[in-house]
């Protein structure tokens, strides 16, 4: 259950990034980091405006505007989260990085039987 249910938070996560984003990330991995920590990795997310911006030396505001696209995001991530988990979360992070191309995606669910 718990390999079935990383794989097709991966799978959602990838499909409503690519919907609402305009492009998704090309690779994602989904870990338990302990009993109520979800662990998600995207690679190859940015977009070519993301690009764009980071090879002129805007990388800092294209982080902050990819920081803003994740809490805008936020609650529809928790959605998928707590559909497929059946728990509650009690807090959602998010961080990216440019070089590698990486986005971290943390969850913190309530207590609970893990996936």
Known sequence: MAAELLGTLCGETV???HRLWGKGPTKCRAFWAGPDTLLVVLADGLTAAEQTA?????GREALAFRGALH???NDRMKEIVERL???TVEAAMSTSHT???LTALVFV???GEAG
């Open 85 to 87: 988990s059946g728990r």
């Open 71 to 73: 809490e805008v995001l």
């Open 109 to 111: 669910l309530a207590p």
């Open 99 to 101: 070089s590698p191309d």
């Open 54 to 58: 980071i090879e002129a030396g805007r």
């Open 15 to 17: 499909a409503l990034m």
